[in-house]
């Protein structure tokens, strides 16, 4: 670790604050009306959404949900994506940007990670959001709130995350969007001064999902994908309707104008015809059992299942991964290939004597031979989970240039696909 990262892990909100201070000098300036978009998982699905629906009347945080991420984002700046030597190019460009450069959209659309403790409260405070969608809640990167419970600020792991999160609607002005269904949202936006507005997903009449789209049928209307997206995108859907109507904004069913990132439930061509479902993009509990409930209902023969590792839960993974195995048990698939330490460990034993096809991996390299002797070209394989199954995809597709579709392509993630000997 360099003496630049070790400042940066020690005093991270004092340096984020520098660049939130010049950074807000070019916000004032820009005034937008301001949007966040927060939760464990399904945060960049809805941005998109909004993207399609709103164009170039707003700038959306793509890439940047972090306290600096912001920040560079609102000074029209590139955060660190390689040399860490940058930073200090970055600390003198910042006040030059606060008072030469700002954006003119009318909407700023931001993404939020609750991460870190304190994170998200610290953007929150500083944006104070107009409307704030608040899309699930779970143990996403848990094992950074451990000493939160330790200390006895809170009395578990679910507590000390869902405070976090609460803080941004603690903050929105106006708006409020959250899942019906979650009683801690419920809980934590009770008596907070902005309109709460729950989303209920009995709204939906009918879904049905393929390997290369999707239907979601609320009746009245119908959103179509071009992509297998899985039910619980309900919310998001619901999120984005209600937040067009509050801003007079015409709905557009067809999304047409929707491109998903990498690795999110995208569709692409394997070998041999094989058909890839690729949400490889992140790994824990909430967006494992939304893509294995989508699994389930998926109009397809021969599924199988390539799963990574849960990672970033501490003393949790343990019992994460016996969720998992449950999880898995049910979904009935051809196959199941799980790849890591973790799911070797946790999963595996929980499962290995109930499902007939199941095999387990330490590194990726051994999965991938087992995928190219065995796959047929019958099978829709879906990817879920950790230990860089972008690399796998990769040696798999029928098209390389399809490569640019995947997850973690920049200079940094293939320096370290290359240290664990994937090249």
Same mark, same amino acid.
């Given at each position: 670790?360099?003496?630049?990262? /070790?400042?940066?892990? /020690? ?8 660049? /939130? ?10 005034? $937008? ?19 399609? +629906? ?43 940007r606060a008072f030469s450069y ?25 944006? &104070? ?14 094992v950074f709130f451990e000493n ?25 002005? &106006? ?16 008596? %907070? ?17 393929? $390997?290369?789209?999707? %239907? ?94 849960? %990672? ?39 499962? &290995? ?12 390299? +051994? ?32 098209? $390389? ?23």
């Open positions: 670790m360099t003496i630049i990262s /070790k400042f940066k892990k /020690k005093f991270y909100f004092v340096a984020a604050g520098y660049f /939130k201070f010049f950074a807000n000098i070019s916000l004032k300036r820009w005034h $937008p009306r301001i949007v966040i978009i927060t939760g464990s998982a399904g945060k960049t699905t809805l941005l998109n959404l909004v993207e399609s +629906q709103l164009g170039a009347k707003a700038h959306y945080s793509h890439n940047a949900n972090s306290a600096f991420g912001i920040a560079f984002d609102i000074l029209g700046m590139r955060g660190i994506t390689g040399s860490k030597a940058k930073w200090i190019k970055l600390i003198f460009q910042t006040p030059i700002r954006h003119k959209e009318k909407f700023y659309i931001v993404e939020c990670d609750g991460e870190r403790p304190h994170e998200a409260e610290f953007i929150a405070k500083w944006l &104070k959001p107009e409307v704030s969608c608040w899309v699930s809640l779970g143990r996403s990167h848990a939160e419970v330790k200390s006895g600020k809170f009395d578990n792991i679910d507590d000390a995350i869902a405070h976090e999160f609460a803080t941004i609607p603690a903050n929105t002005r &106006k708006l409020v969007l959250i899942d019906d269904e979650n009683f801690d949202m419920h809980r934590y936006t009770d008596t %907070i001064r902005a309109r709460v507005i729950p989303v209920n997903r009995n709204q939906l009449k009918k879904y049905e999902v393929y $390997p290369d789209h999707a %239907i979601f049928d609320f009746g009245d209307h119908k959103f179509k994908f071009k992509a297998p997206m899985p039910r619980d995108v309900t919310v998001q859907l619901l999120m984005l309707q209600k937040l067009m109507n509050y801003f007079g904004e015409e709905v557009d069913y067809s999304l047409e104008n929707l491109k998903m990132p990498p690795a999110r439930s995208n569709f692409l061509r394997g070998k041999k015809g094989v058909k890839i479902i690729d949400s490889s993009y992140n790994a824990h509990i909430i967006s494992m059992t939304t893509v294995l409930d989508m699994v389930k209902v998926l109009h397809a023969d021969h599924k199988w299942l390539v799963i990574g590792d849960i %990672i970033d839960q501490g003393e949790l993974e343990g019992e994460e991964h016996e969720k998992l195995a449950k999880l898995l048990l049910d979904t009935k698939v051809q196959n199941i290939v799980m790849i890591g330490r973790r799911t070797k460990k946790y999963t595996y034993p929980l499962i &290995k004597d109930k499902v007939k096809n199941v095999q387990s991996f330490d590194k990726p390299q +051994q999965a991938l031979k087992y995928l190219e002797e065995n796959l047929t070209g019958k099978e829709t394989v879906i990817f879920k989970g950790s230990q860089y199954l972008e690399w796998i995809i990769e040696k798999l597709l029928a098209d $390389p240039r399809d490569v640019e579709n995947l997850a973690r392509q920049d200079e940094a993630h293939r320096r370290r696909r290359a240290s664990w000997g994937l090249e």
